[in-house]
């Protein structure tokens, strides 16, 4: 069983639609997994029945039981996140100021402060029209995406890969270069790296594949609207041959992309086209890439 | 009154917070050209609170008149006060405090300045002392001021540097009419920080079904934190018309369009200014601008 | 010696966890008495943050000579691991523990 990640760095570069496409192309033996989960849009593409739901609680929140609070204002003073107002008489807690640090509840002379585990969001596993399974999570306003719950979402995955003998975990992995994504690339086989050539893309893969590196991921990239600066475009595959990544394809600037999703569908069941014939070829060059990445 | 003259007497900017449920939408795009359209009559502050990726500095070339250093507050071991009573590692919830057997370290990306080990240590060994965590500059150009925070790499708290930003422009800027702050993507903590005190939030989206569930999320963010809000649909013409319906049925003002165009995309690609190109953008924006300061005079408060 | 592994189950033929932070066990092998010891370290995995320094202090607490992982640790973890001078090998990921162990005794996995 593999696992490839799917990341971009910089948000709406297609990054989505490309995953979702490679799960088509995979059908039953893709398990698919959305750690995007800031901006988790593979479920509108994927037709999930939600099947399978769960909490998911991250961190804590400070909670004042008023029966036993003496008034005392301990804990508004300490509390470096103003969190804690007085509201007709009452001490409370405002969840979204509350970093769940824990220190009210530690001074609290008579131990009226507890700190509850904060319900996150909700993760779930669905059937989907591949006819094989996808973990997704759902975070509340305001919650953080945390490695934890990325991690959470790529072991479900993981356990039903092996459970049902599937061949690979795809997943689509996390904005940004922080904790969430550190944690979507711990246990890779491979990485697809989105971009697009702006000067927004090409900085923000710069930054991304730093963390690649770190891990000793085989990584490829996938240029997306190629076309639209061809000077950048080329700029990016000096750094791919420099960095030794996989130059996979160079996409054209397609709105099919676009008329695709308002189907509902990916690309590769939308249109039999060159777009759809790239991404085929990418896929089928990704998992010659994946198994080759044999222990060094 | 007329909004002008609220905003007159209103000692602070009045401030458009531009927001997107997931990145890509175009919230950059909409800042600098709305900033720079700005510009063109008057004095403008647009602030990149996007402080892990800041963006919009790509599009100007400014002048750098400020620099100054982002601090937190994280704790220094004292190794000479320090008993190792074992104390500091239990009480941090973030797991920033480790003890390997005579040495206490710090880790200072995970600590999130709660005070927590500092005020409980029994000795006053780790006293809460500033860390540099990013740069805060200042850039200007004719009449737009260009006020950006950037992280260093591998440090996390995003919330903190926003805090200090907004504040570093209340201070420094507060004469000026206008303020726009572009905001971090999604709908977690750094959007928050980046939107509570907006005095209007425009959020931008795309006529598609990822679009639309996006804005669906920040909409919600938005009524939770009970900001005035509109929308602004980017790309209009590709997809489908359900963004338009959603906004009507929830009652969501539609602020403009900006059409869906290549030329656009190799403009922004290119890191250049679009509305100069197209008449119909100009407009938009000055309807846009128009919009966001009427909801002054409607609710002064 | 004292070997760590970061692994998925508890015993030889258990894989090796290519996660460091949120790995699902700590499996301790000692040279000297040929014992393998199992510690469960779904607690710390189970933390929003800062997993890869707890696990560093339970791998100090347990104070093995060499640490045998997959992928490597994150950034944090791998500045309290080089504080402990521990000796880690990384790229063990797709092999049971009896497999990395036989690497690592050939020479053959990468040390950072």
Known sequence: ?296 | MKPSDWLMINQQPFKIAIASGKGGTGKTTLSVNLAAYIAEQEDVVLVDLDVEEPNSGLFFEGKLVHEEDNLKMIPQWDESLCTLCGLCPKVCNFHAIMQLGPTILVFPELCHSCYACAELCPVNALPMTPKVIGKLRDYQVDKLHFVESRLNIGEEQAVASIAKTKKYVAGKYAEVRIALFDSPPGTSCPVIEATKDADFVILITEPTPFGLHDLTLAVETMRKLEKPFGVVVNRDGIGNDEVLRYCKAENIPVLARIPNSRKIAELYSAGKLIYPEFPEIRESLGHILDYCLSTAERSPA | MKIAFTAAGTNWDSMIDPRFGRTEYIVIHDENSEELIAIDNSAVKNEAHGAGTATSQRIFELKPDVLITGNGPGDTAAKALAHMKMKIFVGAQDMTLKQAYEKYKSGELKEV
């Open chain 1, 1 to 296: 069983m593999k696992e490839i990640v799917i990341i971009s760095g910089k948000g709406g570069t297609g990054k989505t639609s490309i995953t979702a496409s490679f799960a088509v192309l995979g059908g039953t033996n893709v398990v698919l997994a959305d750690c995007d989960v800031d901006a988790a849009d593979m479920h509108l593409l994927m037709q999930p029945d939600f099947g399978n739901e769960h909490d998911f609680y991250s961190g804590e929140l400070a909670y004042i039981d008023q029966s036993n609070c003496t008034r005392c204002g301990l804990c508004r003073q300490i509390c470096r996140f103003d969190a804690i107002s007085v509201i007709d008489g009452e001490y409370v807690v405002a969840p979204i100021d509350c970093e769940g640090c824990g220190y009210c509840a530690r001074v609290c002379p008579t131990k009226t402060i507890i700190n509850k585990k904060l319900l996150a969001g909700k993760w779930y596993i669905s059937n989907i029209k591949t006819g094989s399974q996808m973990v997704h999570a759902r975070l509340e306003t305001g919650a953080d995406n945390s490695g934890k719950l990325v991690a959470k979402v790529k072991d479900e995955a993981k356990a039903i890969a092996l459970g049902k003998r599937k061949d690979y975990i795809l997943v689509d992995g996390s904005p940004g270069v922080g904790c969430p994504v550190v944690s979507s690339l711990s246990g890779a086989n491979f990485v697809v790296l989105v971009t697009e050539p702006s000067v927004s893309g090409l900085h923000d893969l710069k930054r991304v594949h730093q963390l690649v590196k770190k891990f000793n991921i085989r990584a490829g990239c996938i240029i997306n609207k190629a076309d639209i600066n061809p000077g950048l475009s080329n700029d990016i595959k000096l750094f791919l041959e420099k960095e030794n990544i996989a130059h996979l394809a160079d996409l054209p600037y397609n709105e099919d992309f676009t008329m695709a999703m308002t189907q509902g569908e990916t690309i590769v069941e939308y249109r039999q086209g060159t777009l759809t014939a790239l991404i085929k070829e990418s896929w089928e060059k990704i998992k010659v890439l994946t198994n080759q990445n044999k222990i060094k």
